[in-house]
């Protein structure tokens, strides 16, 4: 074998151990994520100082919440298709139209009563300067966690 291939297949060999290394070490960091809940809650609760059973409370009423938010966007898809076929009839019947805007305004209304419910919970289960701090991480948005390191 020549030395210009023997060093082609040695780079490539190193290449795909380094990337199986970091692939493995990267599962390892952040296998204890999926048990406990996403990065993004974890980065929260380590801010508020949360304990477990706090947690427990806001991972349960977080992930219930976007559970109904994600059967909301199925109910979108479905009434996406259902106009759809509606327009594409001779006539447009504005009854059928009605009825399938009101079938998906009554979902949304189940939704915004479970989010508030969600929320009365999740303030119920912290204490005042856990809510004061989710309160800030709130006002400043998503985007700015740079400054969230506990």
């Not at 023997?6 to 952040?30: D, E, K, Q």
């Not at 801010?47 to 919440?65: I, M, S, W």
């Not at 109910?75 to 504005?94: C, K, M, Q, S, T």
């Amino acid at each position: 074998m020549s030395p210009f291939v023997s060093g082609i297949l040695g780079a490539v060999t190193v290449l795909l151990v380094a990337g199986l290394v970091r692939r493995a070490l990267w599962h390892r960091r952040f296998r204890g994520f999926r048990r406990r809940g996403s990065w993004f809650l974890h980065r929260i609760y380590r801010r508020l100082g949360t304990r477990p059973e706090q947690e427990k409370v806001v991972y349960g009423e977080v992930h219930a919440v976007a559970k109904e938010l994600r059967g909301l966007r199925e109910d979108a898809w479905a009434l996406r298709a259902e106009v759809a076929d509606l327009v594409a009839g001779p006539a447009l019947d504005a009854a059928a139209v009605a009825r399938a805007l009101e079938a998906r305004l009554a979902r949304l209304d189940a939704v915004k009563t479970r989010l508030a419910e969600a929320l009365a919970r999740i303030h119920a289960a912290l204490e005042p300067t856990q809510r004061a701090e989710l309160a800030a991480i709130l006002r400043r948005g998503p985007h700015r966690f740079g400054g969230m390191h506990a």
